[in-house]
Every structure is written in structure tokens, then in C-alpha cells.
């Protein structure tokens, strides 16, 4: 049996080294052969209809300065906003217009009473406990790190669902790309917290991060498996130039190689995990406006988020260039 035969017939029926080997490769055919196989993974766990997630990005305000990103606490130049209530409500309105099972909201990390409260208000919102409003519609959270305690509040008031990226599964790598006060321990931590409460948990992690390598990334695909997770997201890591990462960045991998190894990633995931949700992230689409997305599908992704947040809003939701121009 070839090592594809192996990983088409049960999940996690690669090592290390076939992930890592295959990652490597710049063998067009036998690229060829492995989306062919995710595709064909897709088809046997039923994976082959897209799911459409409403992706409303409540607020930019941030405690964290983690140094790729466009909306850390340290940048000054961005405009921060909190959508009130009522505005969120009529996304999720939207949502339930354009025949949507499911939305997402997702901003900076924030930990208080005012942010856990405002977010248990939205959640029985859009799943209909507050009141009248139907269909009820499942719930994402992306929010960050976050107590027990805080985490089993958001679920009791309905939540089903939480995204929390681990951005990259090397410890060393991870305290390169975050100053000193975030812990990679805890970041963990927060992921099986979310995965013991029940949350049907998603993580992942950038792709082209500068300094990272394919065994950093073969390991990322090992560590979901590990983790057992549900969802994984994953993207391509794009400098912002407000940030003190970008200055490395240039000098790191192209643009297009990122996205290259960002399918390769979601195919290798996907056979590696079977049964599991990948998102085509929206960095897919800032690297290939028009068919990114699609591309992210046809190497084995299967949920998509489009943006609902009003534009006056989502356009200093900043996380890397691209990103806020390009919403319906
Ligand atoms: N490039 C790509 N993705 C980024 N994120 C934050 N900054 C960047 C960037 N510069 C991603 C992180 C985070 C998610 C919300 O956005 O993975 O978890």
C-alpha cells in the first residue's frame, strides 16, 4: 500500500515524516494525486457541502499586542469600535435572510464582565432564547483566551461552537511571534478547556510565519490530530506593515508561496484528519481575490465565513492588509 492508499483508508495513517516528506515535495503529480485524495476524503466522511458560517466581527478592541497583528493593543493608527447591540442583531437578521444555519462573532480579546455579559446577550440573539426571533441559528465564538468560568457562561447561553488558533504548535516559535505576558501554556490550556465543556472546538494556526518551517508545520497537522479537535482554520500568515513582525516578513517567503503551502496544508489536514470542519479562510482570498476561497474548497476545505459586518465597522477590523476591503 502507497502512503496515499494508507491515509485514504483511515485518518491518522501518516507519521511525521510522510506529512513532513510530502510538505517538502515540489512533485506537481504527486500534488496532483494528494488534492485528488482529499477530494475523495471530502466525499466518503460527507464532507462535500460547503457550510456557510455569517462571520460578524463584533469588535477591534484588543488587550493583546501579539506582533503580526493589525488590531494588537500597541497600534495607534486604527480606530477601535464596539458594534452596539442593536446593529449586531440586525447582522444576525441578515444571516437568518440570506438562509444562513450559523454566524460567528469574532474580535479582539477582551476579558470582562461588560465583554462575557455583552456576548451572552448576542449569543441567546441568534439562537433564539432572547425571544422571538426565528430560526435559531447555531453559534461560533472567537474571542480568545478566556477563564472556565467565562467560557461555561458563553455555552450555558447557547454557544456551540469556538475557533481559537494556537497560530503555530512550536512553544519556541509562538513566544517569538507574542510578547512575554502571552503563554503558550495557557493558549493550550484554553483549547482543551473549550474541548472539556463540550465546545465543538476548532484551532490552527498561520501558515508562512517568518522563521517557521515544514516540520513546524507537518507537526501543526499532528498536534490537530493530538488535540482532537473539530474545526480547524488555517491561513496564510500576511505581513501588516503596522506591526513589528512585518520588517521580517519581507524577507521571507512570497506571497504565493504562502498560499501554495496553505492549500497543501488544508489537503494534508484533511487526510490526515478525515471526519473534521476546515475553513477556507478569508487571508485565501486577499492573496487570490478571485479564487481563493473556491481553491481553499477544491483542496479539501468545506465551510466558508462571509463577512456580515457593516463596512463602516469592519473596515478597521484591520488583521492584515486586505483584509477589511473586500466585503459585500
Ligand atoms: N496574517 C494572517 N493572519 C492573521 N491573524 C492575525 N494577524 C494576522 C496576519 N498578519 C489571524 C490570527 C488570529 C486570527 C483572528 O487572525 O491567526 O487568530
Known amino acids: 500500500m502507497t502512503a496515499l492508499e494508507r491515509a485514504l483508508a483511515a485518518p491518522k495513517n501518516l507519521t511525521f515524516d510522510e506529512l513532513a516528506g510530502m510538505l517538502a515535495s515540489e512533485d506537481e503529480g504527486l500534488w496532483r494525486e494528494i488534492f485528488a485524495a482529499a477530494r475523495e476524503v471530502k466525499v466518503k466522511c460527507g464532507k462535500t457541502e460547503t457550510l ?15 506582533l503580526y497583528c493589525g488590531i494588537r493593543k500597541g497600534n495607534a493608527k486604527v480606530p477601535r469600535y464596539l458594534i452596539p447591540e442593536e446593529e449586531v442583531a440586525a447582522c444576525i437578521d441578515e444571516a437568518r435572510r440570506r438562509g444562513y444555519p450559523a454566524v460567528a462573532f469574532q474580535a479582539g ?3 470582562s464582565e461588560a465583554n462575557t455579559a455583552y456576548y451572552e446577550r448576542l449569543t441567546a440573539c441568534a439562537t433564539g432564547r432572547a425571544g422571538s426571533m ?27 461552537r469556538y475557533l481559537l488558533r494556537i497560530e503555530t504548535s512550536n512553544r519556541e516559535l509562538y513566544a517569538k511571534i507574542h510578547p512575554a505576558e502571552c503563554s503558550f501554556e495557557r493558549r493550550l490550556w484554553c483549547v482543551r478547556a473549550l474541548k ?16 517557521q518551517t515544514i516540520r513546524d508545520l507537518a507537526n501543526d497537522i499532528v498536534f490537530f490530530g493530538d488535540e482532537r479537535l473539530d474545526m480547524v482554520g488555517m491561513g496564510p500568515y500576511i505581513e501588516h506593515p503596522e506591526t513589528p513582525l512585518s520588517e521580517l516578513a519581507r524577507r521571507s517567503s512570497e506571497h504565493d508561496v504562502r498560499l501554495d503551502l496553505t492549500l497543501r496544508m488544508i489537503a ?11 475553513v477556507a479562510a478569508t487571508a485565501l482570498e486577499v492573496l487570490d481575490p478571485e479564487g481563493g476561497r473556491n481553491r481553499g474548497i477544491e483542496a479539501g ?28
Open 52 to 66: 456557510p458560517r455569517g462571520l460578524i466581527e463584533t469588535s477591534n478592541v484588543c488587550a493583546k499586542d501579539c
Open 109 to 111: 480579546e477582551i476579558e
Open 134 to 160: 426565528t430560526p435559531p441559528l447555531e453559534v461560533t465564538l472567537s474571542l480568545g483566551e478566556q477563564t472556565e468560568e467565562v467560557y461555561r457562561r458563553w455555552k450555558d447561553a447557547g454557544a456551540m
Open 196 to 211: 472539556r465543556l463540550g465546545y465543538v472546538t476548532g484551532s490552527g494556526v498561520m501558515i508562512g510565519i517568518p522563521g
Open 268 to 278: 494534508l489536514t484533511r487526510l490526515y484528519l478525515h471526519d473534521v470542519n476546515i
Open 301 to 328: 476545505a468545506n465551510v466558508i465565513m462571509p463577512v456580515l459586518t457593516p463596512r463602516k465597522y469592519g473596515c478597521n477590523y484591520d488583521l492584515y492588509p486586505g483584509k477589511a476591503h473586500d466585503r459585500s
